[in-house]
């Protein structure tokens, strides 16, 4: 019932060992940090180690970082494969374009292929951004962030310690931390997951069978493969919506698992 694969289908997903021999599903977010400081990652260039806007767009292609101004850029949308870049009359197959005026903080960072970074948004490391994916204007990535392929972290979206499956969006205004999206998920503008109870100690998980104890001080959502929210909702920490559940607008979930299809209002 609390297990991976009752959430997500892991079939496509590009890291399905980070749920390898998992009792719960939430241990992933166990297993998360020693992942991702074991991953390989390629060299930035220098003026991406600090703290600071990059003066220029940046070109990743082939592991080789590109100056935009000897290259022409049409910005489409990246998650429907629209973001092409041209070498003369060449297309650079799978270039991914990181924006002037972006922020990469520290040397963990890797990008899949057709990824696109606006200005603006702030990836701090370890993050793994996956093919087709767009990281929006304004968005902030405070690291551990394991983003899969064709997913959305939007504007004024606030992301740390959290997991992305293939095909989740956070596009506006939203708060996701200690969590995991399942595939094809979608919050809606101003989706805030909260993963701090007020009361200290773990996160307790309420179920029919009674509460099971995470483990997890920090703990927000897990949301299962296709799961929705609407605009302005709220879920308390150790909420566990299954697959295809829906989070209706202006509405707090109560923590504790849902079933696959349930309406919260």
Known sequence: MLKPHSF???????????????????????????????????????????????????????????????????YGDATKGNLKVYRGEEILAGASVIMAGA????????????????????????????????????AYLRGYCLIGRKCVVGHVTEVKHTIFLDSAKAGHFAYVGDSILGNDVNLGAGTKLANLRFAPGNVQVRTKNGSVDSGLKKFGAI???SVQTGCNSVTNPGTLLGKKSLLLPNTTAPSGFHEKNSIIR
């Open 8 to 74: 997500f289908d892991l079939t496509l997903f590009a890291h399905p060992e980070i749920f390898s021999s998992a009792e719960f599903v939430w241990d992933g977010l166990k297993k998360l940090k020693s992942y991702m400081e074991n991953q390989s990652y390629p060299q930035l260039p220098g003026c991406a180690k600090k703290c600071e806007p990059l003066t220029q767009t940046l070109v990743f292609y082939g592991n080789t970082f590109l100056e935009a101004r000897e290259l022409r850029i049409e």
């Open 103 to 138: 922020i990469l903080l520290g040397d963990k960072i890797r990008f899949g292929q057709g990824v696109k970074v606006e200005s603006g948004a702030y990836i701090a490391s370890p993050a793994i951004i996956g093919d087709m994916t767009e990281i929006r204007q304004g």
């Open 223 to 225: 949301m299962g493969d």
